[in-house]
């Protein structure tokens, strides 16, 4: 048995236990090492999985802007710019809104109408205004001043002009610009302006949109037409059969108070005809003359004979020394009442037929003066400084095919 109190004993303590310290530390590093390998061999395929499965995806927020954001995207689509009065419209709205950031932000309402100036498109500097507005919504008084803006300009698209605002009225300028090229022709062969042609339209037209207001909407809104007057007259302009016939025959009877000259009676060609309109037994419409009246689709003779009858009326006031040019309330009120009414006189009276559009009512001759002097369809049928084309002019400027001999006029009885 030993004895561990022999120095034998102890001198062999002493040798052994540098021996197991220096063990115990090569066991503990090679742990370690084994543990850090195995962790980072760990770490290796949490990566791998991750990057699998798309654990380290960022999922991000929703900015509390987002909605806005998507509104603005389609804001200004290819329906934004629908017209010059629409165009004007943004045009002043953008200028005072970059106005209104300039007291604010200088540096960048300048960015802005440098962006404007160097493309041209007013569209890029709305949507960078759009930007701005964003993060100035919390600035009160920019905020304020931003709100008068737009409101003013919603009371500026606001007509002082009632019959301007309904929905009828922008229905009927779609499908009168269809017809422009017709109406300019007219104007050029008859040297009347094509504003005093499309004012008679306008005041046989805007009086369907109460009293005959399911055929407007039967006719005019879903189909593009402008409505055929047969309850009044003929043509889109709602000529009488009488009415009519007498324009003709004031072309060509010299001894007429109303005959304006040989020139016109080559404006119009007496042999056109449409007979597939002859449909049904009413006699007039055997009529040559009604039956270009009545040419659906090609509204041309509408026109013609709307300008051949203010033509006449302002050759008879010339006559006995007056003028119709810068009066279209008269000729408006001519137009409607015939011409029998036509007495060329100092002050005559504006009137014609009544009739109510909405609440408010209006003379025919009253409501042609309001549309003339309105702006409505201004970029199309411009007021000009010579309503009425002098016939001489006319003449050196208009050229018409000479007629074979043995085409003469026959005008209907």
Same mark, same amino acid.
């Given at each position: 048995m030993e004895n561990p109190?022999?120095?034998?004993?102890?001198?062999t303590e002493k040798l052994k236990k540098p021996r197991s310290k220096f063990k115990k530390w090569m066991r503990r590093g090679y742990f370690g090492v084994i543990h850090l390998l195995a962790l980072f061999a760990l770490a290796l395929i949490t990566v791998a999985l991750a990057a699998k499965f798309k654990w380290t995806n960022d999922g991000g927020n929703v900015d509390l802007n987002s909605r806005y954001f998507s509104k603005m995207a389609g804001k200004y689509n290819q329906g934004f710019q629908t017209d010059s009065l629409t165009f004007a419209k943004q045009e002043r709205q953008m200028y005072q809104n970059v106005g209104l950031l300039a007291k604010f932000y200088p540096h960048n309402a300048k960015m802005i109408l440098d962006a404007l100036h160097r493309s041209g498109d007013i569209t890029i500097a709305l949507r960078m205004l759009d930007a701005a507005n964003l993060r100035?919504?919390?600035?009160?008084?920019?905020? !304020? &001043?931003?709100?008068?803006?737009?409101?003013?300009? *919603?009371?500026? +698209?606001? #007509? $002082?002009?009632?019959?301007?605002?309904? !929905? &009828?009225?922008?229905?009927?300028?779609?499908?009168? *610009?269809?017809? +422009?090229? #017709? $109406?300019?022709?007219?104007?050029r062969i008859t040297g009347v302006e094509s504003r005093l042609i499309v004012m008679c339209l306008v005041g046989e037209q805007i009086r369907m949109f109460n009293s005959s207001r399911e055929q407007f909407k039967k006719y005019v809104i879903p189909y593009n037409r402008l409505i055929m007057t047969t309850n009044r007259g003929y043509g889109v302009t709602g000529i009488l059969q009488n009415t009519a016939l007498k324009i003709e025959r004031n072309l060509y009877e010299k001894s007429s108070p109303f005959y304006p000259?040989?020139?016109?009676?080559?404006?119009?060609?007496?042999?056109?005809?449409?007979?597939?309109?002859?449909?049904?037994?009413?006699?007039?419409?055997?009529?040559?003359?009604?039956?270009?009246?009545?040419?659906?689709?090609?509204?041309?003779?509408s026109y013609l004979y709307t300008a051949f009858f203010l033509r006449q009326f302002?050759?008879?006031?010339?006559?006995?020394?007056?003028?119709?040019?810068?009066?279209?309330?008269?000729l408006g009120t001519l137009y409607n009442l015939g011409y029998q009414k036509s007495k060329p006189k100092k002050n005559p009276s504006v009137g014609g037929s009544t009739f109510k559009v909405?609440?408010?009512?209006?003379?025919?001759?009253?409501?042609?003066?309001?549309?003339?002097?309105?702006?409505?369809l201004m970029?199309?049928?411009?007021?000009?400084s010579e309503p009425f084309v002098p016939t001489k002019k006319l003449q050196k400027t208009i050229v018409f095919p000479e007629p074979k001999e043995e085409e003469v006029p026959v005008v209907a009885e």
């Open positions: 109190d022999s120095p034998i004993q102890a001198q100035m919504k919390k600035h009160k008084g920019y905020m !304020r &001043e931003l709100q008068r803006i737009e409101d003013q300009s *919603k009371e500026a +698209s606001v #007509s $002082i002009y009632p019959w301007a605002n309904y !929905r &009828e009225w922008k229905e009927f300028c779609k499908v009168v *610009k269809a017809d +422009s090229a #017709s $109406i300019d022709s007219v104007s000259g040989d020139y016109y009676q080559k404006c119009l060609n007496v042999k056109d005809s449409f007979p597939e309109l002859v449909n049904d037994t009413i006699e007039a419409h055997k009529h040559l003359t009604i039956q270009r009246l009545m040419k659906g689709g090609d509204h041309f003779y302002q050759a008879h006031w010339e006559k006995e020394g007056f003028t119709l040019a810068y009066r279209p309330e008269i909405g609440d408010k009512e209006y003379t025919f001759g009253g409501l042609c003066y309001e549309f003339y002097y309105s702006g409505e970029e199309l049928f411009p007021l000009t």
